[in-house]
């Protein structure tokens, strides 16, 4: 096995516990492959070395891989375990001590949605609570409370109000205790007990911790940033006071918060429970090129909850070109595509990661329009999915169709949902199919007596509402129309009230803003888009041979391709922006990881889709790696994360070193490379945010000259002469930096004569100051 000496060190490590940071794509799995081969040759068993993997492909990979580098040795390779496959064996074990019950294993998710939904149901009406139809619609978020319950070993109300989850979701609580009452009377398990259960089962009984504990010499746990509580708590009881555990991930890559992951465990939490261990770094990514590191290292540099390490590009990776595309008509996917396939390549070799599926709309109607194929992993396609079925049903109300599907009935009753019970949504619904035009009469037939009013005055206000589309004029274009609908029922304030996450929320509304982006570019009367969505629907075939991916940045973790699409890219988009100030710092650095996945998995050619933003050009221009929200905002920005990335000095300093290392000469005085369509040229190689740039040409030992700073007259927004923030530049949601009070976020500029902003700093609390006295860095 060929190794760098960074993996060298690793691999050879005689003391005691180590943390390994690495960077995206930085040869992980050969170098602990490596380090379980030396182990055996240094003479420890085989039996008292463990490997743990968070997933079953992982591990798979990981074996098959350690497997094929231990044949010529004959030596026989050690456990290789899941945490899940490892709580399953205690659980065993512990059943046969008497310490747990005997308890049959589910593990089809239909399974634990159906008891979460019983037991939501019981919540509901224990409390009189006739809002039973909340169960769909916040199950997702039901069920995400239930895993990250059993990722900790606190009780729910604790980790209800550390979440400061609504308090319309209290119910949760209540629901979480009767479904781990049912759990208990089946006498059934779940894929999350595997671990939570004998965890606490070690907390309560210091004997079993005990005879858990000092099995084997040498722990080896892969993707630690992933890590959460109870899974910690494992490690630490396998661990004993014997073992030697070395762990490695990258804080930058910690984007599974939802799952009980935090980035503490890797910067903080290893060190305090494993005392004293040797510190190392893999630096070298082997996937792509000096301009891919140099704009990832520029975006993550703005996070605090990490350590301090560059990526670099290993020498002779392949350049990895970076190209911004604006978000226009016809859509540039298109365009991309097909060029990519005009340079021999296959649709298969590229991948579109969307931050929220909402992002996927525009992708696959273009897509269908153009008989490009596509398939999308993770979520229902954009004909299928609820919000865009309920928008399309309303349009054949207004145009008087006299067939519905009992599917774009149900979508059309719940999104806006009526807050009827379940049973008597779903008879409504077929009263509906049979007559559509009576839709608004047979509404009023649910209000009765016993009806709470609040829930009478919505009812009434719905068969208004469809009573008032069904008589708009029927040649109205469907943009105008799906318009109207949104307003008269109330759909977006319905979103943002009853989604269990902002993410949530927002995923849903940007799904119906993009359905109606679509409808105003064909700018079809309701009839005639009917008649559009039916052909695109039919023409859609499920792709058999090479296609387009679409999904997420969270299934795409671990992965990657020649050739990716970020699209979507719109401030408030991407990233979120949550709607209280004192969690927006913690939001930023989350999402601010997120980016930088997505940016990761890209080989040869990553491309950006953004809105038109003139600022970010001028920005980019100067070389600048700050993001200065708007006062105004009326026009959509680009993803401040574009901004953070400096894409053009990333892509121009790229273009040198690549130009510099394929130079026979090498020379020290050696001249910026012309630029390219996509970096322009200028006369010499400076930036206002020059420092990562410099940092990253000493790491990789680079004989170019290091980056300058701006002349005088080199303007960049964002700063003063001295190089601080002036009042006229802070604005609310801008994050700053001062040198006592460290990082906050701009929450008001209450006198802009005066000079004076209010900042919320984080664990310090709101300051009002005076601009010109302290010295903010916009961050």
């Known amino acids: 096995m060929n190794l760098t000496q960074e993996q060298q060190l690793i691999v050879a490590h005689a003391g005691g516990h180590a943390k390994v940071s690495a960077v995206a794509g930085s040869g ?104 039973d139809w909340l169960a769909k619609d916040a199950m997702e978020g039901f069920l995400t409370f239930i895993d990250l319950v059993k990722a900790n070993t606190r009780p729910p109300t604790s980790l209800f109000d550390e979440l400061g989850l609504d308090d319309s979701l209290t119910y949760f609580i209540k629901a979480f205790e009767i479904f781990e009452q049912i759990r208990t009377e089946r006498r059934v398990r779940f894929y999350a007990d595997l671990i939570h259960e004998p965890v606490m089962a070690i907390l309560a009984d210091t004997a079993l911790a005990q005879w858990v504990g000092n099995h084997v010499d040498h722990i080896i746990v892969d993707e630690y940033q992933d890590i959460n509580e109870v899974q910690q708590q494992l490690l630490k009881a396998i661990a004993g006071s014997q073992a030697k555990v070395m762990v490695v991930g990258d804080v930058d890559q910690c984007i599974y918060e939802w799952r009980g992951a935090r980035p503490e465990y890797i910067n903080e939490r290893f060190q305090h429970d494993f005392a004293n261990p040797a510190n190392f770094t893999l630096s070298y990514t082997f996937r792509f090129g000096h301009q891919l590191s140099l704009a990832a290292n520029y975006l993550i540099h703005h996070n605090h909850q990490r350590d301090r390490k560059l990526c670099r590009s290993f020498p002779g990776n392949s350049k990895t070109q970076l190209d911004c595309q604006i978000d226009d008509t016809p859509h540039p996917i298109l365009s991309i595509l097909i060029d990519w396939q005009n340079q021999g390549r296959s649709l298969s070799e590229a991948a579109a990661l969307v931050r929220m599926f909402a992002m996927s709309v525009p992708l696959e109607l273009a897509l269908m329009e153009a008989a490009i194929p596509y398939h999308l992993l993770g979520h229902e396609r954009v004909f299928e999915c609820p919000e865009i079925m309920a928008l399309t049903g309303f349009l054949k109300l207004c145009h008087g169709g006299a067939q519905f599907s009992l599917e774009i009935i149900t979508a059309m009753l719940s999104n806006p949902h009526l807050g009827l019970k379940r049973v008597h949504l779903e008879a409504l619904a077929r009263d509906i199919a049979h007559a559509p035009h009576q839709a608004p009469e047979l509404i009023l037939t649910q209000v009765n007596r016993d009806t709470p009013p609040f829930i009478k005055r919505q009812i009434e206000e719905r068969a208004v509402a469809w009573k008032e589309i069904q008589q708009l004029p029927a040649k109205t274009k469907a943009h105008e129309l799906l318009s109207v609908i949104i307003n008269k029922t109330g759909l977006f304030d319905f979103y943002h009230s009853f989604s269990s996450r902002l993410s949530q929320a927002e995923n849903r509304i940007k799904t119906c803003q993009a359905y109606v982006s679509f409808a105003q570019r064909v700018n079809l009367p309701i009839a005639n888009f009917l008649d559009h969505i039916d052909h695109l629907q039919q023409r859609y075939t499920k792709p058999d041979g090479e296609s387009l991916l679409i999904t997420s940045i969270h299934r795409a973790k671990g992965l990657e391709w020649p050739l990716v699409i970020l699209p979507g890219l719109t401030d408030g988009s991407f990233p979120i922006l949550d709607d209280t100030l004192e969690s927006m710092l913690t939001n930023f650095e989350d999402e601010r990881r997120l980016f930088y996945v997505a940016m990761t998995r890209a080989r040869e050619r990553l491309i950006f889709i953004h809105p038109h933003d003139q600022k970010l050009l001028q920005q980019q221009q100067a070389g600048a790696s700050r993001f200065i929200p708007p006062i105004d905002n009326t026009a959509p920005l680009a993803s401040r994360f574009l901004y953070e990335s400096n894409l053009r000095l990333s892509g121009r300093l790229g273009d040198a070193i690549d130009a510099d290392l394929s130079s026979p000469t090498n020379h020290k005085d050696m001249e910026i490379p012309p630029a390219t369509p996509q970096h322009p040229p200028s006369s010499q190689l400076s930036a206002v945010d020059y420092k990562v740039a410099n940092a990253y040409l000493a790491a990789i030992d680079s004989p170019l000259p290091r980056v300058k700073g701006p002349t005088r007259d080199k303007k960049v927004t964002g700063a003063g002469k001295d190089g601080f923030l002036k009042i006229e530049e802070l604005a609310e949601g801008l994050m700053v930096h001062h040198q006592t009070f460290g990082t906050g976020v701009v929450t008001a500029v209450p006198n802009r004569r005066q000079g004076k902003v209010k900042i919320l700093f984080e664990g310090v609390g709101s300051k009002v100051l005076i601009a010109d006295m302290a010295k903010l860095v916009g961050l």
């Open 28 to 131: 992980k799995t050969s170098t602990m492959v490596a380090r379980v081969r030396h182990l055996l040759k240094q003479g420890v068993p085989a039996h008292r070395i463990m490997v743990l993997m968070f997933n079953r492909s992982a591990r798979d990979a990981f074996s098959a891989n350690l497997t094929a580098v231990l044949k010529p040795t004959g030596l026989a390779p050690p456990e290789v375990r899941t945490f899940h496959s490892l709580g399953l064996r205690l659980i065993q074990s512990f059943c046969k001590r008497g310490a747990l019950p005997v308890r049959t294993l589910l593990t089809a998710d239909y399974q634990v949605d159906l008891l979460a939904k019983e037991a939501v149901k019981q919540a509901m009406e224990q409390d009189d609570d006739s809002r």
